[in-house]
């Protein structure tokens, strides 16, 4: 039996392997292994490609989100706006930096922050929105925005999974005060092993997250304020920017399997993703609901199909966040989707006779349960 995984990180790498060890094997002859020419042309690519003036490489996603909201002053007492729709780091951050993080429900056709929501848990500590474009698909950013100018808070698009991700024509990570990108190896452009990056037009902004990467110093030994070691990698850097070339193709590989999903799971009972007229969706993960996903998911892992659940468990609803006080079924949308939500395979290289032998699989199990 074939095993189809979730994503095949081989089959992207094969056809650049011999440049990829090109790239490195220039770093190991340059000597320079941190901060050297490929971070510095890597962030000057990633800042063309996403249109923004400023792009600063850092260790990971994570710390991207968290040196950003930390230059932009979230600190002790404030609260920042996000979805509990995502990946734990979200709202790690804003924990981590002393504020809290206040949850508003998702959008049960995008996933992503339900706008008509956020107004009604602004308050006087209210000092930042963090949006997440969840899944590839960008999130309401114009009502954020008008929300933000009109409460005067800072806005960081969590792009972790949207790299390429359009807008009403705008490439997500302009649209924000700031946006964030991680090079987590199975992201949309991912490297092997950790990195993260920040991008932003704001000069202040940009300059206080370079200082803050390196121990907040200015020049070298000299610090001005508590920082971090979070600088993005040489090696990685080098390897990231031959696959930035490809990223358009590979994020337009994915559209294309997943518009041959959505036509051929139409009559089955599952729901496909929703996909808004105005937004490049580049579909980080292919999302699909079913009444019944846990038989369904093993039904497929006994065919060999790998499947996978993002997030079983929504941030509100995390043992950790429990001294928050958010109630079972205080945000129903998002405690449904994480009961029903979950991803099939989808990678570029995912042949289409796969994805037909994937939708037959789904059907015979429909047609027996
Ligand atoms: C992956 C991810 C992160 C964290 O990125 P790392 O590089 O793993 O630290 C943050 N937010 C979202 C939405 C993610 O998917």
Do not use: C
């Not at 518009?259 to 580049?282: C, F, G, Q, S």
């Not at 939500?341 to 789904?362: K, Q, S």
């Amino acid at each position: 039996m074939k095993k189809i995984p979730l994503l095949d990180l081989k089959a992207q790498m094969a056809p650049i392997r011999e440049e990829l060890l090109q790239a490195v094997a220039k770093v190991l002859d340059n000597g320079q292994y941190i901060m050297g020419p490929e971070v510095k042309a890597f962030e000057e690519e990633v800042a063309r490609y996403v249109g923004v003036k400023h792009a600063i490489g850092v260790a990971n996603g994570t710390d991207a989100l968290l040196l950003a909201l930390d230059a932009a002053g979230v600190g002790a007492g404030d609260e920042v706006i996000t979805t509990p729709f995502t990946f734990f780091a979200t709202a790690e951050v804003v924990s981590q930096l002393g504020a809290t993080p206040v949850f508003v429900d998702i959008d049960e056709k995008t996933y992503n922050i339900d706008v008509k929501q956020i107004e009604a848990k602004i308050t006087d500590k209210t000092k930042a929105i963090i949006p997440v474009h969840i899944f590839g698909q960008p999130a309401n950013m114009d009502e954020i925005m008008a929300l933000a100018e009109a409460h005067n808070l800072f806005v960081l698009e969590d792009s972790a999974q949207a790299l390429g991700s359009e807008y009403k024509g705008r490439k997500i990570g302009t649209l924000g005060h700031a946006a964030t990108y991680s090079f987590f190896p199975t992201k949309n452009l991912g490297g092997y092993g950790d990195g993260g990056m920040v991008v932003t037009n704001d000069d202040e902004l940009a300059q206080k997250i370079r200082i803050l990467r390196v121990h907040g110093s200015n020049p070298k030994y000299y610090h001005s304020m508590i920082g971090y070691n979070s600088r993005l990698d040489e090696m990685q850097a080098a390897m990231l920017r031959i696959k930035l070339r490809h990223l358009d193709d590979w994020n337009n590989g994915r559209r294309e399997r997943a518009a041959l999903y959505n036509e051929l799971l139409k009559d089955t009972p599952l729901v496909t993703p929703y996909a808004a007229e105005d937004r490049k969706h580049i579909y980080h993960l292919y999302i699909v609901q079913a009444d019944d996903r846990d038989q369904l998911m093993a039904y497929l892992k006994e065919k060999g199909i790998s499947t996978g659940v993002y997030y079983p468990v929504p941030l509100h609803q995390q043992d950790v966040y429990k001294p928050l006080g958010y109630e079972k079924g205080s945000l129903p949308v998002s405690e449904y989707m994480s009961n029903r939500t979950f991803a099939l395979p989808l990678y570029a290289e995912l042949e289409t006779e796969t994805i037909h032998m994937i939708v037959d699989t789904i059907k015979e199990y429909y047609a027996n349960n």
